[in-house]
Antibody, heavy 125, light 111 residues
Framework: QITLKESGPTLVKPTQTLTLTCTFS??????????VGWIRQPPGKALEWLAL???????RYSPSLKSRLTITKDTSKNQVVLTMTNMDPVDTATYYC?????????????????WGQGTLVTVSS | QTVVTQEPSLTVSPGGTVTLTCASS?????????PNWFQQKPGQAPRALIY???NKHSWTPARFSGSLLGGKAALTLSGVQPEDEAEYYC???????????FGGGTKLTVL
């Protein structure tokens, strides 16, 4: 059974750095093809893809946020960490982590087949 | 900046059929964009429905199907049920699965 759970601060001040942790179980991030990504959703708005890290430490970022994001993994702890610098009130959102699988030889990408419950982060002074 | 466009809202009658589409500002959507579709109900995390254009997850009801239609990715619901009322999002990948971009979502009303 695959589960993911996000953790981190619920409130951050403008200009601060946000650090979110995704702790997962039921799969290993050392398995070929497996990835864990981050997605956010401002209140009442659409989903926004942020970043993804694969089993081989290949990292992918949203071009519009790349300068502010860093994604890392700790395979031994079954965790993926996302940091976002210079937080602003417009970054207020529910942040989700999700499991993905990229099967290049099969030509498939199973994106976000399992999601965490999400964590609401509010940016305010 | 790449934009993925979906119909903002659609209405369908119970038992009817409806097709949601997903267009890319870069041109025609192909299987190389690995279209994925998600359903989200209020207060819940999104749930994956379709991956890589037309593949269903084990939990995806048979009435949902994915395809490419007229240069867009498409999600078709046949025999719509009241519980299908939700927001639907498509996700496309660019640069050979380098970056993902979500569409703005389609609010589906079953009325």
């Amino acid at each position: 059974q695959i589960t993911l759970k996000e953790s981190g601060p619920t409130l951050v001040k403008p200009t601060q750095t946000l650090t979110l942790t995704c702790t997962f179980s039921g799969f290993s991030l050392s398995t070929s093809g497996v990835g864990v990504g981050w997605i956010r959703q401002p209140p009442g708005k659409a989903l926004e893809w942020l970043a993804l890290i694969y089993w081989n430490d290949d990292k992918r970022y949203s071009p519009s946020l790349k300068s502010r994001l860093t994604i890392t993994k700790d395979t031994s702890k079954n965790q993926v960490v996302l940091t976002m610098t210079n937080m602003d009130p417009v970054d207020t959102a529910t942040y989700y982590c999700a499991h993905s699988y990229l099967g290049m030889q099969l030509g498939i990408l199973r994106a976000g087949d399992y999601w965490g419950q999400g964590t609401l982060v509010t940016v305010s002074s | 900046q790449t934009v993925v466009t979906q119909e903002p809202s659609l209405t369908v009658s119970p038992g009817g059929t409806v097709t949601l589409t997903c267009a890319s500002s870069t041109g025609a959507v192909t299987s190389g964009y690995y279209p994925n579709w998600f359903q989200q109900k209020p207060g819940q995390a999104p749930r994956a429905l379709i991956y890589s254009t037309s593949n269903k997850h084990s939990w995806t009801p048979a009435r949902f199907s994915g395809s490419l239609l007229g240069g867009k990715a498409a999600l078709t619901l046949s025999g719509v049920q009241p519980e299908d009322e939700a927001e639907y999002y498509c996700l496309l990948y660019y640069g050979g699965a380098q970056q993902g971009v979500f569409g703005g979502g389609t609010k589906l009303t079953v009325l």
